[in-house]
């Protein structure tokens, strides 16, 4: 499903809104919601919002766990650190449990160990149905999401929830949840704008099976719900 809107605002008031409803909905059933967040710049604006007064008392943040889709291996306290800005966004500001929250990074460990010990926090929490509730994503302008990049080998991952690797075009490594595990979720949120992402949107959603040069095909979940929240310059309809 795609949802195209005028503004970045009303963006980030509809992702506001589903990522609220979601957590009144699995506390209530389940007692606890567990969301994954996404980095970049694209979010902060929904971050922000939720951490706002008309927003954050509308959850129970004590029953809420937080993980994150992908992140680059830097430490938590560098500009490029995806938990940094979330932490800066809403984190900080919220009355969230810090043992509810499950940066993907530490110190002193390889980023191919970690990556098998967040899988093993993640199993922790949700169990062996490794079943989100709620998973932001965003899309780059050639199509990825996550750090599911074109033409690397992490987009052929079918065993593993968690993986870690090099990427060489950006001379970093990389740590991120696999498509399969993604594909899990009850919902799946991905939110994309600007006319850059144009090209890459139309071709994700309406162009031939290649999820090996548009990863963001690989996104299909198995039960759940895929919702696209884009502008028009997005949509390529300006």
Same mark, same amino acid.
């Given at each position: 499903?795609?949802?195209?809107?005028?503004?970045?605002?009303?963006?980030?008031?509809?992702?506001?809104?589903?990522?609220?409803?979601?957590?009144?909905?699995?506390? %209530? *059933?389940?007692?606890?919601?567990?969301?994954? !967040?996404?980095?970049?710049?694209?979010?902060?604006?929904?971050?922000? !919002?939720?951490?706002?007064?008309?927003?954050?008392?509308?959850?129970?943040?004590?029953?809420?766990?937080?993980?994150?889709?992908?992140?680059?291996?830097?430490? @938590?306290?560098?500009?490029?650190?995806?938990? *940094?800005?979330?932490?800066?966004?809403?984190?900080? $500001?919220?009355?969230?449990?810090?043992?509810?929250?499950?940066?993907?990074? *530490?110190?002193?460990?390889?980023?191919?160990?970690?990556?098998?010990?967040?899988?093993?926090?993640?199993?922790?929490?949700?169990?062996?149905?490794? +079943?989100?509730?709620?998973?932001?994503?965003?899309?780059?302008?050639?199509?990825?999401?996550?750090? @599911?990049?074109?033409?690397?080998?992490?987009?052929?991952?079918?065993? +593993?929830?968690?993986?870690?690797?090099?990427?060489?075009?950006?001379?970093?490594?990389?740590?991120?949840?696999?498509?399969?595990?993604?594909? *899990?979720?009850? +919902?799946?949120?991905?939110?994309?704008?600007? /006319? +850059?992402? %144009? $090209? %890459?949107?139309? /071709?994700?959603?309406?162009?031939?099976?290649?999820?090996? !040069?548009?990863?963001?095909?690989?996104?299909?979940?198995?039960?759940?719900?895929?919702?696209? !929240?884009?502008?028009?310059?997005?949509?390529?309809?300006?």
């Amino acid at each position: 499903m795609i949802q195209i809107y005028n503004t970045t605002e009303e963006i980030n008031t509809a992702a506001a809104d589903l990522f609220t409803a979601a957590a009144q909905d699995a506390i %209530a *059933k389940r007692g606890k919601f567990t969301a994954v !967040l996404t980095g970049g710049s694209s979010p902060s604006g929904i971050y922000k !919002l939720l951490a706002s007064d008309a927003y954050k008392n509308k959850i129970d943040w004590s029953k809420v766990y937080i993980f994150w889709g992908d992140e680059r291996w830097v430490p @938590l306290n560098d500009d490029l650190s995806n938990a *940094k800005m979330s932490y800066a966004a809403l984190l900080s $500001h919220v009355p969230i449990p810090s043992e509810n929250i499950f940066e993907m990074y *530490k110190d002193g460990v390889t980023p191919e160990d970690y990556a098998v010990t967040y899988e093993q926090s993640i199993r922790k929490i949700l169990g062996e149905e490794g +079943k989100f509730d709620f998973i932001f994503l965003g899309m780059g302008d050639d199509g990825h999401t996550a750090s @599911l990049f074109p033409g690397e080998a992490v987009l052929n991952e079918q065993n +593993k929830w968690v993986d870690a690797y090099f990427l060489a075009p950006q001379n970093m490594h990389r740590i991120t949840l696999t498509a399969p595990l993604i594909n *899990k979720a009850e +919902k799946i949120i991905v939110v994309t704008f600007g /006319e +850059k992402k %144009a $090209h %890459a949107l139309k /071709e994700v959603t309406k162009g031939e099976y290649n999820p090996s !040069l548009y990863p963001t095909q690989l996104i299909k979940p198995v039960s759940g719900e895929l919702v696209f !929240l884009v502008d028009k310059s997005a949509a390529g309809t300006n």
